[in-house]
């Protein structure tokens, strides 16, 4: 048995003129949290349906779980979980009637049907909503109940297309928790997102854009290669110390926060805060060499380019 | 479980089929719009054309002027009024002044019988006469029948009867098709109706999935596209049947439709309509990207169904064209078998040509609808 859950080359997907997806080489380990990180319409969706066998190649070939797609797509569909990123589920039936119409979808039979059902309602704390219509419960609890339909057939691989878009930060901790303890029971999770703070709890990260793969590691790895060439400037006249930098040729980025002007350099600087301080010597201000986010690398990798285009 | 290789079960496929057709059942619980559409189609059709649409006229007012003082006149009057068509409000002694309440629009039309009624009875001569309003068109064509209605031949009261019983027969002729008309619309309702309803349901059973996004769940779960297909089916084939029983409860009741066929044989035939017009529905279902544009195609469906099918209009009537569009839609088989089973006491193994199109149609539609639907988002 292979130790990749998901094996892709050249992966590719065309909407007539528009290449959503371009030439995705992917490799995911199995038991892991693998994040795709990328701006609106980057092509994660259109990803996770070709995994999915929902959707067909242009070009390139899958492997997902040892079979190819999309011609076995069908032997698939008990060993895969998908949470689609607009909720999917019968918003006319209760939380109960869509729960036991996907167990007997899923052939699950009545012993283990009833057992998985209590298991799922009671973790993902929907006992008490078990009678509501999916359509009228909130943005969060929607989201639980189509991760707990996405489970419930113990899939070995489960895809989550923007899990927690309607979710709170609380809750969304939360959610995470689950993820981790699937991931702790031997489950391969995708999951896509656009939110920072969940893309570092993943163990490796993909970041896509204009459907292609622009960066690939570990969160941490991500942010190494960024320690040191990140300044935070506090000034009165931030308009004068933008324009002011965004001229410099060793400015990758300056992105505005609150009151403070985030500013990345090139690599190549010796000491970036001297570096700011000397530009800006002649205004009153006061800048200090800050840890790199996720957020950094993104712009690092996605929009480095065309810098200063963030308000 | 996950290890199992996904081999053909029969019992899991049945267990799939109905996992979507309880589920479409719990849906069109909760659905008052279409539940409702189910019960009020039939019954406001049925009414609209058992009534209002009604080319029948009845109750049109008229005047009696009897000079003959004659019991025979009596016995003629209610042998006229007892078809309906006419209802006595007015007596004159004189056809002047008859002719008057017609002219001021108080009565439509007046039945004279003259002073010698008895001798021309003997001589079988006109009985009497008809004066008639003929500004209104509806009014004189259906007096027409009445103009021409063989007075002589109605003495069925033994006691008048000038040795002339053997004319009862005719009499009853006469009836007949004054209410052969809406006989004859009831059962083709059941078709007209059941096409209307049975295609808009299930054209939309697809097309709705897909647009409020279910599709995109149901396609990644084992369901075949030809299990999806029978289960969407199903439910709306006991709607049908139910629809069916409605209509012919309604028309027996309240239009006197006689029932001369068995009711298994109607039952029958029905199914086999409802089978083909809801394998219409899930190709369109298919095709049709929105429900708007599912409702179109239904109605490119219904229009030939409804005009060419003998509902309207005589089969026989129609040009070659029209007849051979005709013989493609499951609407004109149905009419031709529900009518005859109906009307004419009929039996399915005497029908066995339109029976066999109903089920080739069924089968066709199916076929192309699975293979249609793919298990995919391209
Ligand atoms: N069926 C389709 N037909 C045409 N274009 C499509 C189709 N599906 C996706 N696209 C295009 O492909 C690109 C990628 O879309 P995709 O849905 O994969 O983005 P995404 O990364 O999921 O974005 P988001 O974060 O907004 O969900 C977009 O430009 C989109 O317009
Ligand atoms: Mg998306």
Known sequence: ?311 | MSKLAPVFKLSQSVKRIQAIVFKEFRQLKRDRMTFGMVVMIPIIQLLLFGYAINTEVRGIPIAVVDMSHNAAARVIEQAVVATQVVEVIERYPTPQEAEKAIVNGEVRAALVFPPDLAKRIVEERALGQWLVDGSDTMVSSALLPLRSMPLSQIFIDPALDYGKSHTTFEVALFFNPTRRAAVNIVPGLIGTILTMTMILFTSTAIVRERERGNLELLITTPIRPLELMIGKILPYIVIGLIQMTLILALGYSVFDVPIIGALHQIYMATLLFIAASLSIGLVISTIAKTQLQAMQMTVFILLPSILLSGFMFPFEAMPGAAQAIAEVLPATHFMRMIRAIVLRGAELPGLLNDAFWLMGFTVVGLMVAAARFKKTVD
């Open chain 1, 1 to 311: 048995m292979s130790v990749l859950a998901i094996q892709t080359r050249g992966l590719t997907r065309r909407f007539g003129a528009l290449t959503a997806v371009d030439h995705l080489d992917l490799q995911i380990e199995k038991g892991t949290i693998y994040g795709f990180l990328g701006p609106n319409g980057c092509g994660k969706s259109t990803t996770i349906r070709m995994l999915c066998g929902l959707l067909t190649p242009s070009e390139g070939t899958i492997d997902v779980l040892g079979q190819t797609l999309p011609q076995d797509a069908e032997a698939l569909r008990l060993r895969i979980g998908y949470m689609t990123q607009k909720f999917s589920l019968y918003e006319d039936l209760s939380v109960l009637g869509n729960l036991r119409f996907l167990a007997q979808l899923y052939n699950l039979p009545g012993a283990v049907s009833r057992q998985r059902i209590t298991q799922v309602l009671s973790e993902y704390g929907l006992d008490k909503l078990r009678a509501q219509l999916a359509g009228s419960l909130s943005g969060g609890q929607k989201q639980r109940l189509a991760l707990a339909a996405a489970v419930l057939h113990e899939p070995d691989l489960l895809f989550l297309d923007e899990p927690t878009s309607a979710v709170d930060p609380e809750n969304r901790r939360h959610f995470w928790e689950k993820l981790f303890d699937l991931c702790d029971q031997g489950t391969s999770i995708l999951v896509s997102t656009h939110y920072m703070d969940e893309a570092e709890r993943c163990h490796r990260l993909a970041i896509l854009e204009a459907g292609k793969l622009c960066a690939e590691d570990e969160p941490k790895k991500l942010l190494q290669p960024l320690t040191g060439r990140i300044v935070e400037v506090e000034a009165d006249d931030m308009r004068t110390v933008k324009s002011r930098l965004q001229k410099l040729e060793q400015v990758r980025s300056s992105a505005q926060q609150g009151i403070r002007l985030r500013v990345l350099l090139n690599p190549g600087v010796q000491d970036s805060l001297e570096f700011v301080k000397n530009h800006l010597s002649d205004l009153q201000m006061h800048c200090q060499l800050v840890n790199p986010s996720l957020e950094d690398v993104f712009v690092q990798v996605t929009r480095g380019a065309r810098s200063g285009g963030r308000q």
